[in-house]
Each structure stands twice: as structure tokens, then as C-alpha cells.
């Protein structure tokens, strides 16, 4: 795929985070400018970062759950060829621990930012009859795995990328989500200092016996966003060490075979 993306703009939302660092660098390896979207002002870092390996980075410090800021940002970076809606964040656990501002929070920094993002860059992509949108979403999507407010959000998104795929098909754009088991990144950190054993507990349900790591969800966004993808639009793909192919831990109870 070398230099597959040269000339081109890739808007990375989240762009700070575990997975969004592979895709900037991988992409801007690729030969893109990198638009970097983030609430944190780590984006800057990142630009250092990459800078020195000859990256061309435009970084803008936003929340996306804040629609005109969005648009601003977007109005900055000129023409987006690929939007890669990856940011998201879960903050609440069960529905017991989520009040309805903490319930509006999570949609909006998930879902509406998402949307919002595409709103964004659809109408340049329409006027270029081209354009490539790639959402992050989670397998908390397809079934109730805890964080009842995320997964509402995530669900959302894959709605949102079927939508997309089939109200923009005929512009020539094309939508498809990835669906990430857990991943490792950061965040679990801070769970580890609660209980260290707990990836290895999640190992359980996972057929390869491990969880995934961020530059492997990284690696199947490329895909999407190239023209070896192009005749997928409407996919969520689960990128997850089979956790979705069905619950192994069940299935070793009930044959009580170790497999």
C-alpha cells in the first residue's frame, strides 16, 4: 500500500489516543497530511512527534461534541479526502452510575461528534463526487457488555455508517465502520491498578487468547480507506480476536471440552 494516500488529507478524530497515533502515523507514512482532531492538547505532541519523521500534521484542539467548533476546525483543513471518526470515551459504567448529564455526555462525545464530523466534510466530499468515511466503534455495538451509555452510542454509530453508505453511495462516497474488541491502550492502566489480572480475565473470552492490540485495529482502517475497498460500504467489521464469533466460555461449559 506505499504510498497509497500521497497527496491526500486524512481528518483522525481522537487523534492523540492509542489507536489514533498508529493511524496518524501509519497514513502520513503513507504519504497523507494528517488533519489531527483532539480535545486534549497532547494533538501538539503529536505533531512533534511526527514532524521529525517528516509527517505533515495540520493539529486542531476541539471537542467534538461541539458542532460549530467542529466546523471551524474542518473549514481550516481544506479538502478531506478520508474521515476516520475515531474518537470515543466511556465514563460510566452501569446504569445505575449513569445520570442523564453523564448520559448526554457520552452520546454527544461518541455519537453526535461522529456526526458531526461527517456533516463536516460531506458537502466538499459531494462536490468531489468522492470521499471516504471510516467510524471506530466497538462490539459494545452488537451486545450488552457494560458501559449501557457508550454501547447506546456505539450502536448509534453503526447505525449512522449504514445511513451514510446508503444516502451518499451515489456520490461516490463510501462509509464502513470497524468494531474493536477490547484494546490495549492506556485506559486499561488505570483498571490494572485496580485489578491486575484483569486483562488476563478478559483473556478468557477471546478465541486467540489475548486482546487487541491498537495498531491491528489500525491496520484494517487503511483498508477501508483505499481503493482495495472499493466496493465495501455499509460493513461493520469486528476487529476482535473473535469475541463476537460466539462465547467460547459458555461453549467449553456446556461440552465440557477444553478448546
Known amino acids: 500500500m506505499s504510498g497509497a494516500f500521497t497527496g491526500k488529507t486524512i481528518a483522525i478524530t481522537g487523534a492523540a489516543g492509542g489507536i489514533g497515533q498508529w493511524l496518524c502515523r501509519f497514513f502520513g507514512e503513507e504519504g497523507a497530511t494528517i488533519a489531527a482532531l483532539d480535545r486534549s ?3 501538539h505532541d503529536l505533531v512533534d512527534t511526527l514532524g521529525k519523521d517528516g509527517i505533515a500534521v495540520k493539529p486542531a484542539v476541539v471537542d467534538i461534541a461541539d458542532a460549530a467548533a467542529v466546523k471551524a476546525a474542518f473549514a481550516g483543513f481544506g479538502e478531506v479526502h478520508v474521515l476516520i471518526n475515531n474518537a470515543g470515551v466511556s465514563r460510566y459504567k452501569t446504569l445505575g452510575q449513569t445520570d442523564p448529564e453523564g448520559w448526554r455526555d457520552d452520546i454527544d462525545a461518541n455519537l453526535n461528534g461522529a456526526y458531526a464530523c461527517a456533516r463536516a466534510v460531506l458537502p466538499q466530499m459531494v462536490e468531489r463526487r468522492a470521499g471516504n468515511i471510516v467510524n471506530v466503534g466497538s462490539v459494545n455495538g452488537l451486545s450488552a457488555l457494560g458501559d449501557p451509555a457508550y454501547s447506546a452510542a456505539k450502536a448509534g454509530m453503526i447505525s449512522l455508517t449504514r445511513s451514510l453508505a446508503q444516502e451518499y453511495g ?3 462516497i463510501r462509509a464502513n465502520i470497524v468494531l474493536p474488541g477490547t484494546v490495549r491502550t492506556p485506559i486499561w492502566d488505570e483498571r490494572k491498578a485496580k ?8 483473556e478468557r473470552w477471546y478465541p486467540l487468547g489475548r486482546i487487541v492490540e491498537p495498531y491491528e485495529v489500525a491496520r484494517v482502517i487503511p483498508f477501508l480507506a483505499s481503493d482495495a475497498a472499493s466496493a465495501v460500504t455499509g460493513a461493520a467489521i469486528p476487529v476482535d480476536c473473535g469475541l463476537t464469533a460466539g462465547n467460547i466460555v459458555m461453549a467449553r461449559e456446556l461440552t465440557l471440552e477444553d478448546f
Open 170 to 172: 451515489r456520490y461516490g
Open 195 to 202: 485489578d491486575p489480572n484483569v486483562l488476563k480475565t478478559l
Open 41 to 43: 492538547e497532547g494533538v
